[in-house]
C-alpha cells in the first residue's frame, strides 16, 4: 500500500520550567529532563505510523517558563486512518501529559513548508520583578521559582526606564549574550522592538499588600534572541535600579561588544522569565 502523506500541525503549549533541563530534548539518564523529551512521549502515545519530532520555536533554558511556546511536528497515521483534527491532537496529548506541569493551548493544521523556528515574526519574554524584599526569605511562598526578588532597597524605576531605551532598536547584543556553541556562527545583531517596565499584580497579592512587596514586569519584544540575552539584560537594568551602574554604562557596554565585558555575577536568574507568545 501507498504511504500517505504525513500531516504537519503547529502546536502552542505552556509549561513550569524549574523542574525541566530546558525546552530542548536531552538524553533520558540526565536527572532533569527537557519539556521535549515529555512532548514526545505523550505524542508516541497517539500510535503513530512513525516516530514523531517537535520542532521548537524558542529555544527556552533550565528553569524558564512559557505561557506559550510553538511548536510544529507530523503525523503520519496508519493506512485508512483519518488525521487528527485540532482539537483531538489537544485532547490526546493533554491526556498522556496529564501528570506534568506543561499544557497544550492550541493545534491546528499547517503547510508542510511550515517551520515553528523559521516562520516566527516576533517573540515576547516578560521578566517578573519582586521588590521590597530584605532577604530571600520573604518571598511569597507561592512566588518562589517564579520571579526574582533581587535583595537591597528600593529600585530607581525612572533610571531603569532611561537605561532601558538605550537597548531599543537594532544593536550588535555581542555584551548581552552568553557564549555557547553556536555563538560563533550566529550574527549578533539583534532589533529590540519592544522594552518595558510596568508595574503588575502578584500571585494572590491583594492579601498581604501590608508586607510593601511590589511586583514589576519587563516586557521584550524581538523577531528573535540571543542566548540569554534577555537574562543579561534584565540584570544590567536591575543594576542601574540598584545605583551600580548609571544608565549611560547600558550604551557602553553595548558599544564594547565584548561577552566578557558584561559585570559578573549581575545577569537575572531563569526564575522570573516567562515566553509570553511567538507570532507568525
Known sequence: AMV????????????????????????SDQALVGVQNYLEKAAQNLRPSAPIKFHISSRTDSGVHALANAAHLDILRAPGKAAFSGKQLVQGLNYHLKPEPIRILSAQRVPSTFHARFCALSRTYIYRLLLGCAHFSQIP????????????????IPAMREAAKFLLGTHDFSTFRSLNSESPFQCPVRTLLQLEIQPA??????????????????????????YRQVRRMVGALVAVGQGKLAPQDIQELLEVKDARAFPPHAMAPPSGLFLKCVEY
Open 141 to 156: 511562598v507561592f512566588e518562589r521559582d517564579l520571579c526574582w526578588a533581587p535583595a537591597g532597597g528600593p529600585m530607581d
Open 201 to 226: 499584580p502578584g500571585f494572590l497579592s491583594h492579601h498581604y499588600e501590608h508586607r510593601g512587596l511590589e511586583f514589576w514586569e519587563v516586557k521584550f519584544k524581538s523577531r528573535a534572541f540571543l
Open 4 to 27: 500517505g502523506a504525513p500531516a504537519r500541525y503547529l502546536v502552542f503549549f505552556q509549561y513550569f520550567g524549574t523542574r525541566y533541563s530546558g525546552v530542548m530534548e536531552t538524553k
